[in-house]
């Protein structure tokens, strides 16, 4: 071993060791542990989702949290409950990005064609908020199932409401990222899981701000081979979230080997955030120094 290779190899078990005796438990309070730049990391962009992470802590605080911790970008699930003009301050204020946020959820379902209408005027609001935050990204869900109604028609449905909705996205510059979810663990009765039919829905809107929401938690839940996948979804993928499974936790607390995956997407060319919805398993320094030690390789 030469030892350039030496001083990488040393270099690289010394983080993934740190990291490990961090996941135990640091002795340490939170408030006394160095937390400045554990979020800035060399290769992966990350974004924590702060439903999930500081969720004792006011919002604005969480975003503050999040700052400190020198990661440059956050993500959240819904606005509506969130002080827009207070988080458009601090935002700037902190010099600190919002990757993506919820648009659309799970109810009503935009694969009934009775919501349709309300779901393109709710991405038209949803678009003037994208853009009083500065923000390019947001997640629509497709929905759960309809009485009445095949998968086919539902999926045909969801379709039909994002090719109308598509103009209106590309006139205003916002991408919708539509979510598969998972029905074993998480979403049972949802209408859209794995990587197939968001593909096919996607590739028939044929939208370049029409794309997935490539959670890869929910997608090693239903169906694996998550770098295959990848590569045969990467024209599609317009965003990526992860969680460890079992337990939807941080990388290193489950089965996934993430060093692999997140390098196989870089290599792909993502070069987006990544989303961490994923819940920290002790706290959220811990859960921090492990996602630090998955973007290592």
């Given at each position: ?60 605080d969480?975003?503050r949290?999040?700052?400190e ?23 700037e204020?902190?010099?600190i ?11 009503p ?8 209408d309300?779901v ?14 500065n923000?390019?990204?947001m997640t ?9 109604m095949?998968?086919?028609q ?9 090719k ?9 510059k ?9 029905g ?8 859209l ?17 029409v ?20 590569k ?13 499974h ?11 080997h ?10 792909l060319?993502?070069e ?11 706290n ?9 030690a998955a973007?290592?390789?």
């Open positions: 071993m030469s030892k350039s290779n030496r001083r990488e190899f040393i270099g690289v078990s010394a983080a993934a060791l740190g990291a490990a005796s961090v996941g135990i438990g640091d002795c340490r309070g939170e408030g006394e542990a160095d937390t400045t730049g554990v979020g800035n990391t060399p290769h992966t962009k990350f974004a924590p989702n702060l439903e999930m992470w500081w969720t004792k802590l006011p919002f604005l969480r975003v949290k999040a700052a911790y020198g990661f440059l970008a956050f993500e959240m699930w819904p606005y509506e409950n969130k002080d827009l003009e207070a988080l458009v301050k601090l935002k204020e902190l010099k990005e919002l990757a993506q946020f919820t648009a659309w959820g799970f109810s379902g935009m694969n009934n064609p009775n919501n349709e309300k393109i005027a709710k991405l038209e609001e949803s678009c003037a908020v994208a853009h009083k935050l923000c390019k990204k629509v869900v497709a929905g759960n199932l309809q009485k009445g095949t998968q086919e539902m999926l045909a449905q969801v379709t039909k409401t994002l109308r909705a598509a103009p209106i996205l590309e006139k205003n916002v991408m919708a990222i539509l979510e598969p979810m998972n074993r663990v998480d979403h049972p009765g949802h209408c899981y794995g990587s197939p039919d968001a593909l096919k829905i996607c590739r028939e809107v044929d939208s370049e701000f794309k997935i929401n490539w959670d890869l938690y929910h997608m090693q839940i239903t169906e694996g081979d998550l770098c295959g996948r990848m045969e979804g990467i024209d599609q993928i317009g965003y990526l979230q992860l969680a460890d079992p337990g939807r936790n941080e990388p290193g607390t489950g089965e996934i993430y060093n692999r995956v997140l390098r196989e997407a870089l290599e060319g993502y987006g955030y990544v989303g961490l919805e994923c819940r920290p398993k002790t959220e320094l811990a859960a921090a120094k492990a996602v630090a973007d290592v390789w």
